[in-house]
């Protein structure tokens, strides 16, 4: 078995099981401040209600995102030795940023978050809130400088090194800001933010469209779900802008990838845009499909006519990516985009009406679609990992030079054997499927639970013994006989 493909294979579970959990805490982590926020202003205590559920809910995602992501990192050291070698300089700035500035900022006031309810002021809990949200996007800041930095290098320079009479080379930072803000960082951020707000207002709209349709809780999942529609309206519309300006950066830095992601084999002029299809590899065109004539050319060059490179024209300089994946990956998170632009302003609409909650097919419609909120986020990973193969650290170009990037192939350890990659991934594999149902175990009974009142907490046993009376008082039953059965 070719040990490169089960190395690639190892990685992608585990970073795609991982990647399950952080959105998800970054866009639940803003819902949280909002609702600690309004209950600090309006004394309204549905929104206390509310931040205590989902607060329970956002600790159990952090908990398990920690524990996913520890593994992902020890394999840079076990199967990516070489690629660690070349790259620790650089990558290894970026992740020390991320434990520092985001993970102990994060960790540090989550316990204040989780148990300072009423043992802290109001004020003080709502500022933990705040550090937390902000930790988590410190981190996904970090994490995606580190990886905009493989496909886009910048302010780094290729030094060789000698060890045990053999030469070595080591990219070395040159310019920590241009590092940090290399060509892809912004367009790449912008777009991980929305996509995790997105997956964190479908989480909180699925849960409360089920509270609704089953009757239970229904004020707080009214005000859950008016909630995170206004925010998934706005950001699934925001992602819309976001994506385009992407798709420009790619077509710019990794024209490459943009011809795998449109299965452009040879250059067009004018370029049309793919709406689906299949691309084939031998006859080198994408087939059953349905286009928009011209339509690449005018996103990328605002010109119907101009010509977009294809793979036939730039796999000299930049190798090859999987056509296939790369293309269905790519159109299936642009679809599922298109699904939540048009569901939120169904939502939206019905909202402005005044009838949402009577929409009971609507309703049942946002249960299942958070499913899709977590697809498309793993498919925007698998598209921008997919096609930027056959490198692990893009070819770029650095002071008027070009410079040569590392091959994946040239990337993995040179002492790991398959067989040892094909043992870890049965291991990983069975640790992975019992956290996946211990995650959804724990998160079925905080959802069948559902969010408690503070009241019932503090109920005294005077205030159970008047409610005890007026039941039995309304009923004509004697105050003083033991009730039966009980």
């Known amino acids: 078995m070719d040990v490169v493909l089960l190395a690639r294979l190892q990685f992608a579970l585990t970073i795609m099981f991982h990647y399950l959990f952080p959105p998800l805490t970054i866009g639940l982590g803003v819902v949280i401040v909002y609702l600690i926020g309004m209950h600090l202003r309006t004394k309204q205590v549905i929104y206390d209600v509310a931040a205590r559920f989902w607060t329970k809910v956002f600790a159990l995602n952090f908990a398990l995102g920690v524990a996913t992501g520890i593994v992902m990192e020890f394999q840079f050291g076990t199967n990516w030795a070489v690629y660690s070698r070349y790259v620790g300089d650089v990558f290894g700035s970026a992740l020390a940023a991320e434990g520092i500035f985001a993970f102990f900022l994060e960790s540090g006031f989550l316990a204040v978050l989780v148990f ?8 003080m809990h709502f500022f933990a809130a705040l550090m937390v949200a902000i930790g988590g996007i410190f981190s996904s800041i970090w994490i995606t400088v580190a990886n905009s930095w493989q496909q886009t290098p910048a302010g780094f320079a290729v030094r060789p090194y000698e060890v045990n009479g053999e030469i070595f080379h080591r990219a070395e930072i040159q310019d920590f800001w241009a590092m940090v803000f290399n060509p892809s960082t912004v367009d790449r951020l912008v777009h991980v933010w929305f996509g995790a707000f997105i997956l964190g207002a479908f989480f909180v709209m699925s849960i409360s469209a089920w509270y609704l349709l089953k009757g239970r809780h229904t004020d707080f999942a009214r005000r859950s779900f008016s909630g995170g529609l206004l925010f998934g309206t706005i950001f699934s519309l925001a992602q819309l802008v976001s994506g385009h300006s992407n798709a420009n950066m790619v077509a710019e830095h990794q024209p490459a990838k943009l011809a795998a992601m449109e299965g452009i084999y040879r250059a067009e002029a004018p370029a049309d845009l793919h709406l689906f299809g299949w691309p084939n590899d031998e006859t080198q065109r994408v087939e059953w499909g349905i286009a928009l004539p011209g339509f690449l050319s005018f996103l990328i060059h605002n010109d119907f006519e101009t010509e977009v490179k294809g793979l036939a024209e730039l796999e000299e ?6 056509v296939w994946l790369t293309f269905q990956a790519y159109h299936l998170m642009v679809a599922c985009g298109m699904f939540f632009i048009a569901i939120t302003l169904l939502g939206t609409f019905f909202r402005w009406r005044g009838t949402l909650f009577e929409q009971r097919w609507l309703l049942w419609l946002f249960v299942p679609a958070v499913v899709l909120a977590f697809a498309a986020n793993e498919l925007g990973w698998v598209a921008a990992e997919v ?35 094909l043992g870890s991934i049965i291991g990983f594999g069975i640790i992975y499927a019992l956290l ?39 009923h004509e039953e004697s105050f003083t006989e033991p009730k039966m059965g009980g």
């Open 387 to 421: 096609g930027r193969q056959p490198w692990t650290v893009y070819p770029s170009w650095q002071n008027g030079e070009f410079v040569q990037g590392l091959r994946t192939a040239d990337s993995v350890s040179e002492s790991v054997v398959a067989g040892q990659v």
């Open 436 to 474: 996946f149902a211990l995650w959804i175990f724990l998160l079925n009974h905080k959802i069948q639970h559902g969010p408690e009142l503070p009241h019932h907490k503090e109920k005294t046993s005077l205030e159970d013994y008047l409610e005890t009376a007026a039941h039995r008082a309304g």
């Open 116 to 123: 300072g309810w009423d043992r802290v002021s109001p004020r």
């Open 317 to 322: 300089v930049y190798g090859r990516p999987p």
